[in-house]
């Protein structure tokens, strides 16, 4: 079932980068969803994992990670931990001199996430309980950072202060009436480039730069 997924959003154009594809083969979705939603896993819907928290559909998560293009050794920062299936890919496209950073507000959300990534035994991984439209402080800057949930009218100031010069942020971002784009941010010396790359639909990001 995780082949015909991978062949489909192939197919459909989405996934391209063959790292990316071993990341999609090497942890399948049904590892990272709740017991009653194994028969939906390789559905490309959103998932319930805990209650206003969702693993985001395949297509979105291929999205994302081919305009990151995570790098071996890169240090990421993930805000939004959710199930984990992404910061699992993160860890594997970072490789073991890479380093992936995940926040996660919701305790229950956290804590399945932990239990999900513990069965693989990833020694590149810092999950961390707090606040992430604070961003992390400790390990930052980051050569990267994503994020799974909608910002409130902009970027959190924080992850930019915390994001590399010469990096990349992806991050939802809700405006008026509900309206959620995809904002790519790229940070040259001090100055910050944003484009708005399409409309998407996520679970609103919680904190003090949250909703």
């Given at each position: 079932?995780?082949e015909?997924?991978?062949?489909?959003?192939?197919?459909?154009?989405?996934?391209?980068n063959?790292?990316?594809?071993?990341?999609?083969?090497?942890?399948?979705?049904?590892?990272?969803?709740?017991?009653?939603?194994?028969?939906?896993?390789?559905?490309?819907?959103?998932?319930?994992?805990?209650?206003?928290?969702?693993?985001?559909?395949?297509?979105?998560?291929?999205?994302?990670?081919?305009?990151?293009?995570?790098?071996?050794?890169?240090?990421?920062?993930?805000?939004g931990?959710?199930?984990?299936?992404?910061?699992a890919?993160?860890?594997?496209?970072?490789?073991?001199?890479?380093?992936?950073?995940?926040?996660?507000?919701?305790?229950?959300?956290?804590?399945?996430?932990?239990?999900?990534?513990?069965?693989?035994?990833?020694?590149?991984?810092?999950?961390?309980?707090?606040?992430?439209?604070?961003?992390y402080?400790?390990?930052?800057?980051?050569?990267?950072?994503?994020?799974?949930?909608a910002?409130?009218?902009?970027?959190?100031?924080?992850?930019?202060?915390?994001?590399?010069?010469?990096?990349?942020?992806?991050a939802?971002?809700?405006?008026?009436?509900?309206?959620?784009?995809?904002?790519?941010?790229?940070?040259i010396?001090?100055?910050?480039?944003?484009?708005?790359?399409?409309?998407?639909?996520?679970v609103r990001?919680?904190?003090?730069?949250g909703?």
């Amino acid at each position: 079932m995780n082949e015909k997924l991978i062949k489909k959003l192939e197919k459909e154009g989405i996934l391209t980068n063959k790292r990316i594809k071993k990341a999609f083969l090497k942890f399948p979705r049904h590892c990272f969803v709740p017991k009653t939603y194994v028969k939906d896993a390789y559905e490309d819907i959103p998932l319930p994992i805990r209650k206003n928290a969702t693993i985001s559909a395949p297509h979105m998560v291929a999205i994302m990670l081919e305009i990151l293009n995570p790098k071996e050794g890169e240090r990421i920062l993930e805000i939004g931990t959710g199930s984990g299936w992404q910061t699992a890919m993160l860890s594997y496209l970072v490789g073991k001199n890479g380093l992936v950073v995940s926040v996660e507000i919701d305790k229950d959300v956290y804590e399945f996430a932990l239990g999900n990534l513990k069965k693989f035994k990833l020694s590149n991984i810092k999950l961390i309980l707090g606040d992430g439209s604070l961003g992390y402080e400790p390990y930052s800057p980051y050569d990267k950072i994503i994020v799974t949930a909608a910002c409130p009218f902009n970027v959190p100031a924080p992850l930019i202060k915390q994001l590399k010069g010469g990096g990349i942020l992806l991050a939802p971002v809700e405006k008026e009436f509900g309206f959620q784009e995809l904002i790519k941010v790229v940070k040259i010396n001090k100055k910050v480039e944003m484009e708005r790359l399409m409309s998407v639909s996520f679970v609103r990001l919680k904190g003090k730069y949250g909703f």
